[in-house]
């Protein structure tokens, strides 16, 4: 099993940036592949990016490529998403999720979420 719990969510305006943290336990990090999604208000859930297991490699969604990235430090078991020039439509509960295997549609592990509103 593996346990992913989020922070660092909150309100904020339009344009401002925000970080968001998840620490995992129960596997050794450095062999998962992490990923961030998130579901806003009457939308489905939507792929934000993907870090695997190196610290180089990430993917992005459309919506958010070149205003999101996805870093990990695997000494401290989290992986971050930093968010800069904020949008009201990156209003969402942002999950961190962990997959065990390359080419997963639905990661392994999920965590409990983290609510981000962007007022504009």
């Known amino acids: 099993q593996v346990q992913l719990v989020e922070s660092g969510g909150g309100l904020v305006q339009a344009g401002d940036s925000l970080r968001l943290s998840c620490a995992a336990s129960g596997r050794p990090f450095s062999m998962l592949i992490m990923s961030w ?3 806003g208000p009457g939308k489905e859930r939507e792929f934000v990016g993907r870090i695997m297991w190196g ?3 990430t993917l992005y ?5 070149g205003r ?3 870093s990990r430090d695997n000494a ?10 904020l949008k009201p439509e ?7 999720a962990a997959s065990l295997r390359p080419g997963v ?3 392994d592990y999920w965590g409990q979420g983290t609510q981000v509103t962007v007022s504009s």
Not at 76 to 85: A, F, G
Not at 90 to 96: P, Q
């Open 68 to 70: 999101f990235t996805i």
């Open 76 to 85: 401290k078991n989290t992986v971050y998403l930093q968010m800069n020039s």
């Open 105 to 107: 549609q639905i990661p």
């Open 55 to 57: 610290e180089s490699s």
């Open 90 to 96: 990156d209003t969402a509960v942002y999950y961190c």
């Open 37 to 39: 999604f998130r579901q």
């Open 61 to 65: 969604g459309d919506s958010v490529k």
